[in-house]
């Protein structure tokens, strides 16, 4: 629709709208149009829906690994996943899922997401892997076999 035609249809409504704008405009001091928050709330006080509140798409059970960045257990760039990004709590290896993709692992860490950002080696199909700050948390971690909630 054209202006013309606006125009024609809401001639005072457009006028004092571009009123509006161009006073705004030339004088930012003043303010002709302001709007009013009736029963206000700060943001501190708001709570937004979290990842750790979403309900899991669903529940598999698969073998569960833990590992840190030395060269031996990685490749040639043991801080940089295989997604590009750098290392840090909560980063998973895959195969099975896409990056990106958040879980849980409610026996052993309750609401805390994991994120699937970096990759096994390919004999690996099924099978998960948590990034660890010490080759000791890792070893001590073992091997489990626990069900992640994929959300």
């Known amino acids: ?3 013309r035609k606006l125009y024609k249809k809401f001639p005072l409504p457009l006028l004092l709208a571009v009123f ?4 705004e405009f030339a004088f930012p001091h003043i303010t002709l149009a302001q709007t009013y928050i009736v029963n206000y709330t700060p943001a501190a006080q708001l709570r ?3 990842a750790a509140d979403k309900m899991a798409r669903y529940v598999i059970k698969v073998p569960i690994t833990a590992y840190s960045s030395t060269p031996d257990q990685t490749d040639s760039t043991p801080f ?3 997604n590009g990004t750098e290392v840090h709590t909560g980063v ?3 195969n099975f899922l896409p990056f990106g993709t958040r879980i849980r692992i409610p026996q052993h ?3 805390q997401i994991f994120i699937v950002e970096d990759r096994m080696n390919e004999r690996y199909d099924v099978q998960l892997d948590i990034w ?3 080759r000791e948390a890792a070893r001590q971690w073992g091997i489990r076999y626990e069900e992640i ?3």
């Open 48 to 50: 937004f829906p979290s």
């Open 132 to 134: 660890m700050e010490t």
């Open 20 to 23: 509006c704008l161009a006073v």
């Open 92 to 94: 998973v290896a895959a």
């Open 80 to 82: 940089t996943t295989a």
């Open 149 to 151: 909630e994929v959300l």
């Open 1 to 3: 629709m054209s202006y």
């Open 109 to 111: 860490f309750g609401k």
